[in-house]
């Protein structure tokens, strides 16, 4: 497991081209995520996750060798969480992101939350749990998706 600030993964923000990507997380730095992406391939690890947040956003999907080649090897699996305070915005046409960026499997703007980490020897469950309206108390809480890693696979998988 590797916790770290952001998102990990490539986003591309644009639908057709040409692409626009968000500077202010590993976007912005592509050669030390190159660097990141060389030691798992290195190392092998048998299903490194990956843990970020503070894009106000939930966004999961699988950690590639090169996200220019879709079709490149799957290195590890990535959960990016949303703040549980910060007011959320449009919907940002999550479709079309999700079509832009097919490394990913979830993607959501429209809700904030958090998200629980079960971790057990055959696998890790993870539920992004969301709020109705982050200024009450008593907001509803729900869970908006669940994901599964099976221990040593490098694979994410809706629940």
């Given amino acids: 497991m590797l916790g770290q600030q952001t998102l990990f993964g490539q986003r591309d ?15 912005g ?12 391939r290195k190392h092998a690890p048998s299903n490194p996750v990956l ?3 503070d894009v106000h956003e939930n ?17 590890g699996v990535e959960f990016c969480g949303t703040s549980i305070t910060s007011r959320p ?4 046409h999550e ?11 979830h993607g959501d703007a429209s809700q904030r ?7 057990s020897p055959r696998k890790l469950e993870v539920a992004l749990r969301v709020v109705d309206d982050v200024t009450r108390r008593d907001t509803r809480i729900a869970t ?11 694979r994410v998988e809706r629940a």
């Fill in 51 to 53: 843990f970020g947040g």
């Fill in 113 to 119: 939350g958090y998200g629980i980490a079960d971790f």
């Fill in 13 to 27: 923000m644009r639908a057709g081209p040409p692409r626009a990507f968000w500077n202010d997380g590993w976007d």
């Fill in 59 to 75: 966004w999961v999907g699988h950690v590639l060798a090169d996200y220019d080649r879709p079709d490149s090897a799957v290195l």
């Fill in 29 to 40: 730095y592509p050669q030390a995520r190159k660097r990141l992406q060389a030691a798992l």
């Fill in 89 to 92: 915005g449009r919907g940002r």
């Fill in 95 to 105: 479709a079309d992101r999700l079509a832009e960026n097919p490394h990913f499997i």
């Fill in 144 to 154: 908006q998706a669940r994901f599964v890693v099976e221990a040593g696979r490098a």
